[in-house]
C-alpha cells in the first residue's frame, strides 16, 4: 500500500503520485475533521444553533457590504478571516429568493425534471424555445413550453404563478423577472410501464445551426410482473405544434429491459451508453444495441450513482451507505472469468462526523462486491444513499446526501481521509430526494422531509435559506444546464455576479406540483 505524502495523493490507475492543487472547493479550515474534532472538545453546540448562527451572518444588507467593500477593498473580513465581495454579495443574493407556484401542475414532476433548448416546427416555421419535460412516480411524461414557443400550440392549458414566498413582495419584484406562464400543448404526455425512477438530459450541440441536438433518458422502476426498463426520448428533430401523445410516443425507444428492479441510470458524453443501478448492481448498456453487461454485482441496491465526465468512472451510491467507485474499462479475459470479488467491511450505521486519526467507521461486519472497483476510493455515509452529484468545474469533487439528512462534499483523491465539506440542516429518514446544483456551481439545493427548501453555499457549507412554502416534499430540483457554455470563466461572469442573468432560477417539483425559485 502507497505511503501517504504530505502535500500528495497517489494515483493507482498510474502507478504515482500527484500534487494536491487547491483550493479544494468547501476545504477551510473550520470544516476540515481535525478542527472539527478541536473545536467538539471544547464545546458542542447543537446542530440547529450552528444552522441559525449561518443564516443571521448571511443576512446582511447589501448596502453595508458595499460599505465595506469601500473602506477595505475587494477582500473583506468574514469569519475571523478574508473572503470575496463578490462571493459574500451572491450569497446575500441568493438568501432572498423569491418563489412561484404554477396552477394546475400537481402530481406532474415528483420524480424528475429537465429543462431542454429544442426546436418547434409551427406555422411560422422553425424556432428554438425551452421545454420543462416533467415525470412522476405514476409513470406519467409530460412537457410544458416555457419560452416563446407556445405561441406555435393553438390547443392546451396555460398553468399562471403565482407568488408564495415571502407573501410580500412588491418592492423586490420591480428587481426581479417574473416568469410567464408554462404553456402544456394538448397531447403533450404519454403514461409508461410502470413508475418512472429517473430522467437525465443527455446529447450534445448540433454542429449546423448550433442548436442542441439532444436525448432524454428514462427509467422505469418495474413490477411485480415484469422489470424495470431503459427508454430514450429523442429531442434531435423538431416538435410539431401539432403534436399528439401517439407522435410523442412515437419518439420514445426501450432500449434495453431487465429482470430487476431499475433505481436510477446515466449517459456518457456522446449518447453511445448509459450505466443503469439496479437492485442487483450497476450494469453498462449500449443504447444502439440494447445489450448489458454488469461491470459492479452487489446485494444491496444501487440507489444513485454517477459517471465521470470521460464516462469510464462511475460513482455508485449504495442502499446500505457504501459509495463505491467502479472502473467500467473491463478487459475481455477479466469479463470471460467473470467480476474481481471483494469483501468491504459494512459501513456502521448512525456514524457521526469522523475524527482526525479515524476518517471512517466502520463495524467487523463485511458485505461481498464483484467488479473493478477502486479499494482506495471507498468510503461511506451513516445511512442509505439518497443522492450523488459530480461537479464539472473541479471534476474530482462531488456532492453525496444520504437519507438520515447528511450531506457531504468529497474529493476522490482523499477518499480515505473523509469528507472535504459538511452541510447542517437538512432533514430526511428514508425519502430519495434529489440534489440540485446550480450551473456555476456556487449554490445547490435539496428539498427536507419537513416540506423545507434549503439551500447552501458549495464552498463555505453555509445555509443560505431555508423556509416551507408547500405541504409536501420538494423532491427534484432541475438547473438549466447550458448556461456556463465555457466552463473556466469562474470569475468573469459580471453579469450573473450581480445578479443580472434571469435564468439563473431553479425549478422545483413536488406532489403539490411545480415551482420556480429566482433572486434579483
Known amino acids: ?32 475533521p481535525a478542527s472539527t474534532s478541536t473545536t467538539s472538545q471544547k464545546s458542542t453546540p447543537k446542530p440547529n444553533l450552528i444552522v441559525n448562527k449561518s443564516c443571521r451572518r448571511i443576512r446582511k444588507t447589501t448596502a453595508n457590504l458595499l460599505q465595506v467593500r469601500e473602506l477595505c477593498g475587494d477582500l473583506i473580513a468574514c469569519g475571523g478571516g478574508k473572503c470575496s465581495f463578490q462571493e459574500e454579495y451572491q450569497k446575500i443574493q441568493a438568501s432572498q429568493p423569491i418563489v412561484w407556484k404554477f396552477q394546475g401542475t400537481e402530481r406532474i414532476g415528483d420524480s424528475g425534471l429537465e429543462l431542454i433548448h429544442v426546436n418547434i416546427d409551427g406555422p411560422n416555421g422553425v424556432i428554438g424555445t425551452d421545454i420543462l419535460f416533467a415525470t412522476s412516480a405514476t409513470g406519467s ?4 413550453v416555457v419560452g416563446k414557443g407556445r405561441q406555435q400550440f393553438d390547443h392546451g392549458v396555460g398553468c399562471v404563478p403565482d407568488c408564495v414566498w415571502p407573501l410580500i413582495t412588491e418592492e423586490r419584484e420591480r428587481f426581479v423577472e417574473v416568469p410567464g406562464h408554462l404553456w402544456r400543448p394538448s397531447g403533450a404526455s404519454v403514461n409508461m410501464s410502470s ?39 429523442n429531442l434531435g428533430e423538431p416538435l410539431n405544434y401539432d ?15 431487465f429482470d430487476c428492479t431499475v433505481w436510477t441510470a446515466d449517459c456518457n458524453s456522446d449518447g453511445s451508453q448509459a450505466v443503469v443501478g439496479t437492485n442487483l448492481g450497476a450494469a453498462l448498456v449500449s443504447l444502439e444495441t440494447g445489450v448489458p453487461s454488469w461491470v459492479f454485482r452487489c446485494k444491496s441496491d444501487v440507489l444513485s450513482l454517477q459517471l465521470d465526465q470521460p464516462g469510464k468512472i462511475v460513482f455508485c451510491g449504495l442502499r446500505n451507505g457504501a459509495i463505491v467507485t467502479v472502473d467500467t474499462r473491463e478487459k475481455s479475459e477479466r ?8 469483501r468491504i467491511p459494512y459501513p456502521s450505521q448512525g456514524t457521526c462526523k469522523p475524527s482526525s486519526t479515524t476518517p471512517q467507521n466502520f463495524t467487523k461486519r463485511t458485505f461481498e462486491l464483484r467488479g473493478n472497483i477502486f479499494q482506495s476510493q471507498i468510503t461511506s455515509m451513516p445511512s442509505s444513499i439518497s443522492c450523488l452529484a459530480s461537479l464539472q468545474l473541479y471534476d474530482q469533487c462531488f456532492l453525496a446526501s444520504s437519507m438520515d439528512g447528511s450531506i457531504r462534499l468529497y474529493d476522490r483523491r482523499l477518499m480515505q481521509r473523509g469528507p472535504v465539506q459538511w452541510y447542517d440542516g437538512n432533514v430526511n429518514s428514508h425519502t430519495r430526494i434529489q440534489l440540485g446544483v446550480d450551473p456555476y456551481e456556487r449554490f445547490f439545493m435539496s428539498g427536507g422531509e419537513d416540506c423545507n427548501l434549503r439551500l447552501w453555499s458549495i464552498k463555505s457549507g453555509e445555509l443560505l435559506f431555508e423556509d416551507k412554502f408547500m405541504n409536501s416534499i420538494p423532491s427534484v430540483v432541475c438547473w438549466p444546464r447550458e448556461l456556463p457554455r465555457v466552463l473556466d470563466r469562474r470569475e468573469n461572469d459580471r453579469d450573473y455576479v450581480y445578479g443580472q442573468d434571469h435564468s439563473s432560477g431553479a425549478w422545483l417539483g413536488s406532489q403539490e406540483g411545480l415551482f420556480h425559485v429566482r433572486w434579483s
Open 1 to 32: 500500500m502507497p505511503q501517504d505524502l504530505p502535500g500528495f495523493y497517489f494515483d493507482a490507475e498510474k502507478n504515482r503520485y500527484f500534487p494536491i492543487k487547491g483550493p479544494i472547493p468547501g476545504s477551510s479550515r473550520n470544516s476540515s
Open 141 to 144: 411524461l409530460s412537457f410544458y
Open 195 to 233: 413508475h418512472i425512477s429517473c430522467m437525465k438530459m443527455f446529447g450534445k450541440h448540433s454542429d449546423t445551426d448550433g442548436l442542441p441536438s439532444q436525448h432524454l433518458l428514462i427509467t422505469s422502476l418495474g413490477s411485480e410482473s415484469s422489470g424495470g426498463s431503459v427508454y430514450t426520448l
Open 243 to 257: 403534436l399528439s401523445s401517439l407522435m410523442l410516443r412515437r419518439r420514445v425507444t426501450k432500449a434495453a429491459s
Open 335 to 342: 469479463i470471460s472469468a467473470g467480476l474481481a470479488r471483494h
